[in-house]
């Protein structure tokens, strides 16, 4: 195979691979496991087929045509050894779309769009367990590997794979609608849809594994689903306060690494490079939900966010003001990630020690135990403050825990910093 097909399939994957799943997971009668076999075996297929044939014109077209064709032939197999109706009923509606896709040979951005927020409503069906949702969310439209979601999740790969089997099978035998539910339903899964949403844009922001540190295709996915939610209920602030959370974020995103792939700090940014087009439409955002004095927890996140995004230099962000919304956060939300954040937002505000003793009470918390960004964070704060020798010790620490290569060559680079500086 030569590389610019090889980069072709690969592209298609990491692009388009959640959407596809999403639309033939829809095409397959909601059943998940059938869908995602489909779409391994139409790569498959691109495999075998496009050395020779070439790269089609519509690589993702192609794919979606060919993964309901390899539904189909999985359906009749099935057909033939237990004569299902439903494999039958679905292997109808499958041709049906085969017969649409070879009239138009390209299927629509629209159709998959709504097949992707369909996808995440179906997900996040209030008869799943909270952690099966958010787990099935980012296996589908994240494209995450189980041992992936079992690291995130902090279990072991197959009770995760487990866990995502028996959610997929529970879906599919008590029939849950893959659909947006009707108006009147909606508030229930809200709380659900909004982390979902959030966990897809956290994994691109700050991608888990890999050599890149962001995954572009995730934010943008992620905002686009934000936009669809904020569509379905405008009146809802904490939807238009995630959507503005996500914007000022993403504003960054181009920032926040140098040209050899190096993680770049947000006090060492280049704020020329920031989008002040989205940063602009985040605060109008903000003030939009602000305006209905219903706050929350994203609306309040995004006015942090804010605050960095209009600090013109780093010296002039208003860390008092961080200080105090952290503190409105953690009322809304008591997790220890939280009071992380807001010990580092006092340390900035009203000083060093200060907010090292509050992150030595967190050590050791639940959820925090073997968390690199805790030692990370107190690696920093001891920098400042010239404690070197500390600050290399916290360094090893946060880099014996930490396994994105990125945030690792950084860790090392303030390791040897401050080594160098202590001796």
């Not at 139409?42 to 790269?55: K, T």
């Not at 999985?74 to 085969?98: H, I, S, Y």
């Not at 804010?306 to 600090?311: L, P, Y």
């Not at 403050?385 to 014996?400: H, I, K």
Request: proline share 5%; aromatic share 4%; with cysteine.
């Amino acid at each position: 195979m030569n590389a610019a097909t090889e980069a072709a399939i690969e592209a298609v994957y990491r692009d388009d691979a959640g959407r596809l799943t999403a639309t033939l997971i829809r095409s397959c009668g909601g059943d998940f496991q059938l869908a995602e076999d489909a779409l391994q075996d139409a790569f498959q297929s691109a495999l075998e087929h496009w050395p020779a044939d070439g790269v089609p014109r519509t690589p993702a077209a192609w794919i979606l045509t060919t993964g309901r064709r390899k539904a189909i032939d999985r359906l009749r197999r099935e057909q033939a050894l237990q004569r299902k109706r439903d494999a039958l009923e679905r292997m109808t509606a499958l041709e049906q779309e085969l017969a649409q896709d070879e009239a138009s040979q390209e299927p629509g951005d629209a159709t998959l769009a709504d097949d992707r927020l369909r996808l995440i409503f179906t997900c996040c069906h209030p008869t799943l367990a909270p952690e099966a949702q958010i787990a099935l969310t980012l296996r589908t439209i994240a494209g995450l590997e189980t041992h992936e979601i079992a690291r995130a999740f902090l279990v072991e790969q197959p009770t995760m794979a487990q866990r995502l089997v028996r959610a997929k099978r529970k879906i599919r035998d008590a029939g849950i609608p893959y659909a947006v539910p009707p108006p009147q339903m909606l508030p229930d899964r809200l709380a659900a849809v909004l982390s979902v949403i959030y966990l897809v844009f956290n994994e691109g922001y700050s991608a888990t594994a890999g050599d890149a540190l962001v995954r572009t295709e995730l934010c943008a996915e992620a905002i686009r689903l934000g936009r669809l939610v904020v569509e379905l209920m405008p009146g809802e602030p904490e939807v238009t306060g995630l959507l503005a959370l996500m914007l000022l974020h993403d504003a960054r995103r181009m920032a926040r690494t140098g040209p050899d792939g190096e993680l770049v700090t947000l006090e060492e940014q280049d704020r020329t490079t920031w989008d002040r087009e989205q940063i602009d439409e985040g605060i109008a955002l903000i003030h939009r939900s602000a305006a209905q004095r219903r706050p929350g927890p994203y609306q309040i996140q995004a006015a942090i966010a804010a605050i960095h995004a209009e600090a013109e230099t780093p010296e002039r962000t208003d860390w008092r003001e961080i200080a105090l919304l952290y503190n409105h956060l953690l009322g809304m939300q008591p997790t220890a990630v939280v009071e992380l954040n807001r010990a580092v937002a006092v340390a900035m505000a009203f000083g060093i020690e200060g907010g090292l003793r509050m992150l030595d009470r967190l050590a050791g918390q639940p959820g925090l135990e073997g968390y690199h960004l805790l030692d990370s964070a107190r690696a920093d704060l001891l920098r400042r403050a010239e404690r070197f020798e500390e600050a290399a010790s916290a360094y090893r620490r946060a880099l014996a825990n930490c396994e994105h290569p990125v945030e690792r060559r950084y860790l090392e680079r303030r390791l040897v910093e401050v080594a160098g500086t202590a001796t």
